[in-house]
């Protein structure tokens, strides 16, 4: 019998690429094709989610076992429907669905990968989608939606309520979710959505640490520093994050640095640019490493529908300090009893203090985490999840 | 071949384009080199704003590099709104330039406007032009032909009839049973359908009216669609059927755009698709109701009767009360037809074909009760199902809503004087300032709906209120 035949489509792909979604559906397409999947990945041929700029040549690679198929991104509009979308939000109003409609071609299209899929849609037995926002999988999501899985990696945002994506949300045959609190979400904002499963994702479990070496190689001695990983954007809540920090440090009654790991800019002001530490991109051995070294990992964004760091953090030994206004990892905070959370500057103030006058107790704070992330959110656990409800809905079982 | 599609095209909502990817799909599956042109950016390999004569030249270069054009035909897409007989000329003549340009070209009529290959009208010739300068005219009905060949002067040769669900696939893999446990229907019970983009010439509601009793009987009504809500008229046509919800039991309206999956799924859970239809050029409901098997009523308007033209799950009806007729019989599981005789089947079956009933004897204050309730579904006053309105009473008593009800929608500045030439000032004056002052009249009438609307709802809820008083015991007395 031929192998089953699956279709991830991502808005990028690569192991350069950077974000979350992204490094889970490769993931998801080694592991698959591990399992005896023929997997293809449909994607553009962007590696930057900023400029979209086409840096990959079109057409057929591979990565690994994975057949890669690219296409060039499209993105010849003026921004006008953005902009125009962009201000009715700011002023509390919600736009019309044509206004939301122009918002989603006033940006990168794919035509190519859109006809590719409406080619051969019917050839796979599944189509993932992910996630919910790019025009990627709001375009192809709706092609063969019998057979299309939408990851939504869905945030309390105002988008998420533009009627446009009511029937992405429910007319796909499967949405696969996170966590629970992702569900919740999808439950308030599409009640008919479609039926949905909790999939959540694998976090790969490094063998061992070096946190020395790590110290060593960034000449960070030996100060006592917490992490930031990620894209340093004002979605992710970076900006806030970063003048928290200063506040704080600029009190000069606290010892502690900040390490940022990640792509985005990075503004640090002169006075207390000794304290705050740009590594940019990293290996993954780097980083690992990092996290290990860290005294205390930070999640400011609002916006997670998993948190693939703070799980990193945990198998790291290093307690979590995050942003309760993001329900998902105030609920693995909460769950794994190994995370702290904050409300406003003041609280995150506390406890950065916490993480740099109170060490031990930090770590003591961190050890419950590992076992959480270890009895829940491995790749072996999460793929067999995947590959069973991939199968039952393929009618494979 | 390289082929050229023109039409809108996914990712937006819109049923043309819906039709479009699926000719697409085929097209690109019998090896056809092809690639889409839509008017606005979306999924499609070009866009360009095809309205006007600069549109036409726009096109027209475009389609050097193509062996046949094919044009989804809808006058939005190629002509000014509001279009005057000036501008209809221009951008007829330079489409039809297009037309003549080059490749095979080949328009497939959606809609069109007659009006404008009227005898008196200036820009009739530009129009007939855009048509006679296509390879072929696709339509989907006899009567499309009739007007293509008589009115817009193609020649016949050139006209040719096509099945409107012929690149139509199935989109989805479930039977009945599981379509209505996905929907959370009830296993049993017969299930009417209506479904589309809700607006008024839709007319959803007479459907709802004419569902009157059958609730009662176990069926169900479901009205599932979108409204296009920046259409002022259709988001009063949605607060009416709303307030027809509320009114009448087994009616269930499910407001969203649904995917093909889920749209193909409603008509697998339904036992009878219902076409109430006030006008409509064809329907691309009646091909997925076939495709997928399912029973249809629809009324005798537009193209539907081509459509459905010896189908033999297929009843057309003429007036509201042959479509309750229809839609009790189709409850009763008989058969019902417009030619029968008072005993035929579907009435026999059902009793009379009505949807005025009273629990009690027939009187003036029960009827009027009746036609208030009604009325106030029509301006969109929701209130409970079963609810008695105020009744015709003589000392009806004096509502909130009234002095607003007997107030007239604004009226646009009327362009008229008993003086000679004032009338043709005053038309030309009305015409420039139209853009500042039409927006500010639709605002006024809007606003006027909507007090009214709440005022009444108001009275309703005060009502039901006063009722509910009315009926409980007395706590003193008892």
């Known amino acids: 019998m031929d192998a089953p035949r699956l279709a991830l489509v991502p808005p990028r792909y690569g192991p350069d690429v950077i974000g979350g979604a992204e490094l889970v559906l490769r993931e998801v397409a080694h592991g698959m094709t591990e399992r005896g999947w023929e997997v293809e990945v449909l994607t553009t041929c962007a590696r930057d989610h900023y400029t979209w700029a086409n840096h990959y040549p079109a057409g057929t690679s591979t990565d690994g076992p994975v057949t890669i198929r690219r296409y060039p991104v499209v993105d010849d509009t003026s921004g006008k429907a953005r902009a125009t979308v962009a201000q009715r939000l700011a002023l ?30 019917e050839t796979y037995q599944a189509i993932i989608v992910s996630p919910y926002l790019f025009w990627t999988s709001f375009a192809c999501g709706l092609i063969a939606p019998e057979r299309t899985i939408l990851r939504p990696c869905l945030h309390d945002e105002p988008e998420a309520r533009f009627e446009l994506f009511e029937p992405l949300l429910n007319g796909v045959a499967r949405i696969w979710i996170n966590t629970e609190p992702e569900g919740d979400l999808l439950d308030q904002i599409a009640p008919h959505h479609a039926p949905a499963s909790v999939m959540g994702e694998g976090v790969p479990v490094p063998e061992g640490y070096d946190p020395e070496g790590f110290r060593s190689r960034f ?140 060490p031990e107790a930090a770590a003591e704070l961190a050890v419950p985490g590992r076992r959480y992330v270890l009895d829940n959110y491995t790749w072996p656990v999460t793929l067999d999840r995947m590959e069973a409800g991939l199968k039952e809905m393929a009618g494979l079982v | ?186 296993a049993d019970g017969h299930v009417f359908l209506c479904i589309g983009f809700v607006q008024p010439h839709k007319g959803f509601d007479r459907a709802a009216a004419a569902f009157r009793g059958l609730g009662e009987k176990g069926a169900s009504l479901h009205v599932v669609g979108s409204v296009r809500i920046d259409d002022p008229s259709a988001a009063d046509h949605e607060r009416e059927l709303e307030a027809l919800e509320s009114q009448i039991p087994g009616v269930h309206l499910h407001l969203g755009y649904l995917s093909d999956e889920a749209f193909d799924r409603w008509i697998v859970a339904s036992d009878t698709v219902v076409l109430p239809y006030r006008h409509i050029w064809s329907s691309g409901v009646v091909e997925r109701a076939r495709l997928l098997g399912r ?60 949807t005025w009933e009273f629990d009690g004897p027939v009187d003036r204050s029960s009827v009027m009760a009746e036609i208030d309730r009604r009325s106030a579904a ?85 009502e039901e209120l006063s009722d509910e008083l009315d009926g409980e015991p007395d706590d003193e007395q008892s």
């Not at chain 1, 940006?107 to 590719?116: K, M, N, S, W, Y």
């Not at chain 2, 699926?22 to 499609?44: D, F, I, K």
């Not at chain 2, 005798?300 to 003429?318: C, E, K, S, Y």
């Not at chain 2, 019902?336 to 035929?344: E, Q, R």
Request: aromatic share 6%; proline share 7%; hydrophobic share 45%.
């Open chain 1, 92 to 121: 509390g109003e919600m736009p019309t669905l044509r206004e939301q409609e122009a918002w989603m071609n006033d940006g990168l299209r794919v035509p190519e990968l859109f006809h590719a899929l409406l080619d051969d849609a």
């Open chain 1, 219 to 358: 000449a960070l001695g030996d100060a006592r520093f917490v992490l930031y990983a990620g894209r340093r954007e004002g979605a992710k809540g970076w900006e806030q994050l970063l003048d928290a920090f200063v506040a704080t440090v600029r009190k000069e009654d606290v010892d502690l640095h900040l390490v940022t790991i990640g792509v985005g800019e990075v503004h640090i002001p002169d006075d207390v640019a000794h304290l705050i530490h740009d590594l940019g991109l990293v290996s993954d051995r780097d980083r690992d490493d990092a996290f290990a070294a860290a005294s205390g990992y930070l999640q400011p964004s609002a916006l997670e529908s998993f948190s693939r760091t703070v799980m990193e953090a945990w198998l790291a030994g290093t307690p979590v300090v995050a942003n309760a206004a993001s329900p998902v990892v105030a609920w693995h905070c909460e769950r794994s009893g190994a995370g702290l959370t904050y409300e406003d500057d003041a609280d995150l103030e506390q406890c950065l203090r916490f993480i740099a006058e109170a």
């Open chain 2, 1 to 186: 071949m390289r082929i050229l599609v023109v039409s809108p095209y996914p990712p937006i909502r819109d049923g043309i384009g819906a039709f479009a990817v699926q000719q697409v799909q085929t097209l690109r599956r019998a090896g056809h080199e092809v690639e889409v042109c839509s008017p606005a950016p979306s999924a499609a390999h070009h866009h360009l704003d095809l309205r006007g004569p600069k549109g036409a030249v726009a096109l027209r270069r475009l389609m050097a590099g193509f062996d046949r054009v094919i044009i989804h035909f809808h006058p939005d897409f190629f002509y000014d709104h509001p279009a005057t007989p000036s501008s209809r000329i221009t951008t007829g003549l330079a489409l039809a330039a297009a037309l003549r340009s080059g490749p095979e070209t080949i328009i497939r009529l959606h809609e069109v406007d007659r009006r404008w290959v009227t005898a008196t009208d200036p820009s009739a010739r530009a129009t007939r032009a855009v048509f006679r300068s296509a390879t072929r005219v696709e339509v989907h009905s006899p009567d499309d032909v009739e007007m293509m060949t008589g009115e817009f002067k193609v020649p016949r040769s050139q006209v040719e009839l096509v099945a409107h669900g012929a690149e139509f696939v199935v989109r989805t893999t479930a039977d009945r049973a599981a379509a209505r446990r996905s929907l959370g229907l009830p």
């Open chain 2, 295 to 354: 029973p249809v009523i629809a009324t005798r308007v537009g193209g539907l009767v081509h459509q459905l033209a010896g189908d033999p799950g297929a009843t057309l009806v003429d007036d509201n009360l042959q479509l309750a007729a229809a839609m009790r019989a189709a409850v009763a599981g008989a058969a019902w037809s417009a030619t029968g005789d008072p005993d035929d089947a579907g009435r026999t079956a059902t009793g009379p074909a009505s």
């Open chain 2, 378 to 462: 029509n301006r969109g006053v929701i209130s409970r199902a079963g609810a008695a309105g105020r009744g015709g009473s003589v000392n009806q008593p004096a509502t909130a809503a009234l002095p607003l009800r007997r107030l007239r929608p604004v009226p646009p500045p009327p362009a008229t004087s008993a003086r000679p030439g004032v009338s043709t000032v005053k038309k030309l004056i009305r015409r420039v300032i139209a853009w500042e002052v039409d927006p500010l009249r639709e605002q006024l009438v809007r606003l006027q709906k909507a007090s009214l609307q709440a005022a009444e709802t108001t009275d309703a809820r005060l």
